[in-house]
């Protein structure tokens, strides 16, 4: 039986807090991402910063299926790692790299979420194409969120634009409803059949997610029992809003100017 709360006005401005919070992190974090930085500096940066705003970082402890803590304040995850990279000072960023950042905090009893796939330096245009899809599906997903839709049409609106361009979709991870808690009912699948599944309300929080390969979308599980990595050892993408499904558009709780800006001008 699922259990989706739905947020009053009061509790949307919480969400909406908490959420600025993890978008301004990630732009803080933008700020660092070049060669010759480890993800362990970029998490110590992040935690830093969530703590100093009055925040808890979610992730941090956060428990894997195995029963395991995360150990960290942020997913890093380079390259041909999909998603919860855990941060190390034996992962140095590369020029031509990728890696997404997944952040979240807790503040004031509730949840931000958001993540984002950063370049280090100059990146070849193949995986530069892949980021720019995989986002203008986030997008596509998010525009389907409105009160009235199904989360199908979510999913559908991503997959469609994404196989288009050859590219494959990650289905052991999704999306997900969000509040007091980090993870909430419903699911939101990055694939999906358009007027098929839970039909959103206004009100409802959800953190939509694309996570899409360059090359097929076949994942394994490090021995870290964390990281996710392509078995073809390909590019991954992976972009998270975590959003209010509103009657007429869907409002983004968690987005953040700056590097939005600066990613404009580089692709």
């Given at each position: 039986?699922?259990?989706?709360?739905?947020?009053?006005?009061?509790?949307?401005?919480?969400?909406?807090k908490?959420?600025?919070?993890?978008?301004?992190?990630?732009?803080?974090?933008?700020?660092?991402?070049?060669?010759g930085?480890?993800?362990?500096?970029?998490?110590?940066?992040?935690e830093?910063?969530?703590?100093?705003h009055?925040?808890?970082?979610t992730?941090?402890?956060?428990?894997?299926?195995?029963?395991?803590?995360?150990?960290?304040?942020?997913?890093?995850?380079?390259?041909?790692?999909?998603?919860?990279?855990?941060?190390s000072d034996?992962?140095?960023?590369?020029?031509g790299?990728?890696?997404?950042?997944?952040?979240?905090?807790l503040?004031?009893?509730?949840?931000?979420?958001?993540?984002?796939?950063?370049?280090?330096?100059?990146?070849?245009?193949?995986?530069?194409?892949?980021?720019?899809?995989?986002?203008?599906s986030?997008?596509?997903?998010?525009?389907?969120?409105?009160?009235?839709?199904?989360?199908?049409?979510?999913?559908?609106?991503i997959?469609?634009?994404?196989?288009?361009?050859?590219?494959?979709?990650?289905?052991?991870?999704?999306?997900?409803?969000?509040g007091?808690?980090?993870?909430?009912?419903?699911?939101?699948?990055n694939?999906?059949?358009?007027?098929n599944?839970?039909?959103?309300?206004?009100?409802?929080?959800?953190?939509?997610?694309?996570?899409?390969?360059?090359?097929?979308?076949?994942?394994?599980?490090?021995?870290?029992k964390?990281?996710?990595?392509?078995?073809?050892?390909?590019?991954a993408?992976?972009?998270?809003?975590?959003?209010?499904?509103?009657?007429?558009?869907?409002e983004?709780?968690?987005?953040?100017?700056?590097?939005?800006?600066l990613?404009?001008?580089?692709?």
């Amino acid at each position: 039986e699922m259990k989706i709360f739905l947020k009053t006005e009061d509790e949307i401005n919480l969400m909406r807090k908490a959420n600025q919070l993890v978008g301004l992190t990630l732009a803080e974090l933008g700020k660092h991402i070049k060669p010759g930085v480890t993800t362990l500096q970029l998490d110590r940066i992040a935690e830093e910063f969530i703590r100093d705003h009055g925040a808890t970082p979610t992730f941090k402890n956060f428990p894997n299926p195995f029963g395991e803590p995360f150990p960290a304040c942020i997913c890093t995850s380079i390259n041909d790692v999909v998603v919860h990279g855990i941060p190390s000072d034996k992962d140095v960023l590369h020029e031509g790299d990728v890696i997404s950042i997944d952040c979240g905090t807790l503040l004031d009893g509730f949840n931000g979420d958001s993540c984002y796939t950063f370049c280090v330096g100059e990146v070849n245009e193949e995986v530069k194409q892949l980021l720019r899809v995989t986002k203008e599906s986030l997008y596509l997903g998010i525009e389907q969120a409105v009160a009235g839709n199904h989360v199908g049409d979510i999913g559908y609106a991503i997959q469609n634009h994404c196989q288009s361009y050859g590219y494959d979709i990650v289905r052991e991870f999704t999306g997900h409803g969000i509040g007091k808690a980090m993870h909430e009912d419903p699911p939101i699948p990055n694939f999906g059949t358009k007027g098929n599944g839970v039909m959103l309300k206004a009100g409802m929080c959800i953190a939509v997610e694309p996570m899409i390969t360059l090359g097929d979308r076949k994942v394994g599980l490090l021995p870290d029992k964390w990281s996710v990595v392509t078995r073809d050892h390909k590019p991954a993408a992976h972009f998270e809003h975590t959003i209010v499904v509103r009657k007429g558009k869907a409002e983004i709780l968690s987005s953040f100017v700056e590097v939005e800006h600066l990613e404009r001008l580089n692709f």
